[in-house]
């Protein structure tokens, strides 16, 4: 709720798509981690990558607009909420939130 107020505020209309909270957050991550690697001061552009490779799988408790998350080993984050859609009159509308068990 607080990402759209924020977002409305900003710009003229609302998150057209579910997922724009998600591509705000995996960039902010990108960019927190890619300040983290130049930081290291690689060598080259492959140690960059590198160096932000490893940086964004390091990332741990983020504070985010999702929540505060991490990622495992395996490069799963650990919101493991999802919402549960039915379809109605040929749209998908919201129905519940799914928690993982």
Known sequence: ADFV????????????????????EAINVILAALERAAATNPADN????????KEVFATKDYAGVLGTWS????GDTSLTDMSGQT???GKFVFDKVIKEE
Do not use: C, I, M, Q
């Open 5 to 24: 107020k924020k977002y409305t505020e900003k710009y003229p209309d609302a998150p057209a798509e579910a997922y724009t909270a998600y591509g705000y």
């Open 46 to 53: 492959d140690a960059l990558r590198a160096a932000l490779v």
């Open 71 to 74: 990622f495992n080993a395996e």
């Open 87 to 89: 379809v109605k009159d």
